[in-house]
Antibody, heavy 122, light 111 residues
């Protein structure tokens, strides 16, 4: 079955760009009609959807983060990536990647990666 | 402040039933399907319910979902200590800047 794994630096300095990669295994990122998404969770808080990418390259972003977020896909490596610029301490969170399903009325996420903690600190 | 409103906590005894509510508006729950996720301590969220009331393969029928108007409900029967977790609802928000929204999460304690 499909599995996802996040990777990237665990510590990022304020004002710099956070960069994470999600590697998909057990299936091709290009097969099926799925979106590939990033979701984050600050410690002790709820989930926040960051954005998603379709294998065609089309993207959707959370309006609260849109000016700082870029999500891209590399089908040759079966990976998709997140870049979040101008980070502050408020961006400290566990970052998850997930496969997003969509039908005519709803969206859902399955499976999820295990998550990776990113701390923004000097 | 989450777009979808959930109670911060609920509790019940083993074997009992509990419900968790998720309240939204016409731009999200009112016009879109709801999904539910279980997050055990220290782990990633896991899909429990999608399209309001459908269970993925492997999710026991002790878990159920329903929706009415701009609110959704997750029900869990035959509570087990292993059900202690945080539960989140999520849906698409079809407002001007369409995006996915989640509830703030509900901590379930099995007494």
């Amino acid at each position: 079955q499909v599995q996802l794994q996040e990777s990237g630096p665990g510590l990022v300095k304020p004002s710099q760009t956070l960069s994470l990669t999600c590697t998909v295994s057990g299936g091709s990122i290009s097969s099926g009609s799925y979106y590939w998404s990033w979701i984050r969770q600050p410690a002790g808080k709820g989930l926040e959807w960051i954005g998603r990418i379709y294998t065609s390259g089309s993207t959707n972003y959370n309006p609260s983060l849109k000016s700082r977020v870029t999500i891209s896909v590399d089908t040759s490596k079966n990976q998709f990536s997140l870049k979040l610029s101008s980070v502050t301490a408020a961006d400290t969170a566990v970052y998850y990647c997930a496969r997003e399903w969509e039908d005519e009325r709803g969206d859902w996420f399955d499976p999820w990666g295990q998550g990776t903690l990113v701390t923004v600190s000097s | 402040q989450s777009v979808l409103t959930q109670p911060p906590s609920v509790s019940a005894a083993p074997g009992q039933k509990v419900t968790i509510s998720c309240s939204g508006s016409s731009s999200n729950i009112g016009n879109n399907y709801v999904s539910w996720y279980q997050q055990l301590p220290g782990t990633a969220p896991k899909l429990l319910i999608y399209d309001n009331n459908k269970r993925p393969s492997g999710i026991p029928d002790r878990f159920s979902g329903s929706k009415s108007g701009t609110s959704a409900t997750l029900g869990i029967t035959g509570l087990q200590t292993g059900d202690e977790a945080d539960y989140y609802c999520g849906t698409w928000d079809s407002s001007l800047s369409a995006h996915v929204v989640f509830g703030g999460g509900t901590k379930l304690t099995v007494l």
